[in-house]
């Protein structure tokens, strides 16, 4: 069974490459920008600095044939199944990212911290909940 997925817009990053970007965006990730489709204007029209949001991207240039992985590219740590690790190499390379609104420009919204490469495509976009919610 297959489904189709719709990038709603791209990570506009100065990461440009994957070998050097951050396993994880706690991990010295830098500031990004979401830029955003044109008919998701109203989709994005309640964000503000301050959210805390998980942003799912399509990690565009991951390997899809990989069902098992060493640990953080460390062939000292055993081989692990994807789904227990948080590799971008695994057969649906969807990303989750954690990251807070610093801005909201029109179409697009500066995010700290976000450690995906530049032109990766952004498929969703989901409010952090605490307890109040």
Request: charged residues 25%; proline residues 8%.
């Amino acid at each position: 069974m297959t489904y189709e997925i719709r990038a709603i817009g791209a990570v506009e990053s100065p990461l440009a490459d994957r070998a050097n970007a951050p396993k994880q965006g706690a991990e010295g990730a830098p500031d990004a920008w979401l830029a955003f489709d044109p008919a998701m204007a109203e989709g994005i029209g309640d964000l503000a600095a301050g959210d805390e949001v998980f942003v799912l991207t399509w990690l565009h240039l991951a390997d899809r044939t990989v069902t098992a992985v060493h640990p953080r590219d460390d062939p000292r740590n055993p081989l692990t199944g994807v789904f227990s690790t948080r590799s971008a190499d695994r057969p649906n390379p969807i990303g989750l990212h954690r990251v807070r609104v610093l801005a909201v420009d029109g179409l697009r919204v500066r995010v700290a911290g976000l450690e995906a490469v530049d032109g990766t495509p952004v498929i969703d976009v989901k409010p952090v909940l605490d307890a109040a919610r």
